[in-house]
Nanobody, 124 residues
């Protein structure tokens, strides 16, 4: 199983980025997908999750209204659209896949597979 995240970079505050995560080696539509992030010196935190069908999503309070999670099961890809970025969004962003929960999950320990991470840096 491989999860390949991309799309990170350096952006000014107020700007946008779109992260992508391409999955291989698994039946993508059978997995709940999530995005987490970890800033230097901080614990990993939940960002967003999406159900297998894509009909249900859940985002953390700090990003609600600014970020959107979506998926394309035909392309084995999950996306994180990030708008109105703030310096506090600076972190390494990880995508993850989970097969057992019935809907969505904001719990990192429930995820089976993780990508390598992509750096997002927001300058003020």
């Amino acid at each position: 199983v491989q999860l390949q995240a991309s799309g990170g970079g350096l952006v000014q505050a107020g700007g946008s980025l779109r992260l992508s995560c391409v999955a291989s080696g698994l039946s993508f539509s059978s997995y709940v997908m999530g995005w987490f992030r970890q800033a230097p010196g901080k614990e990993r935190e939940f960002v967003a999750t999406i159900s297998r069908s894509g009909r249900r999503t859940y985002l953390s309070d700090p990003v609600k209204g600014r970020f959107t999670i979506s998926r394309d099961n035909a392309r084995n890809t999950v996306y994180l659209q990030m708008n109105s970025l703030k310096p506090e969004d600076t972190a390494v962003y990880y995508c993850a896949a989970e097969s057992d929960v019935p809907g969505t999950s904001d719990q990192a320990h429930e995820y089976d597979f993780w990508g390598q991470g992509t750096q997002v840096t927001v300058s003020s």
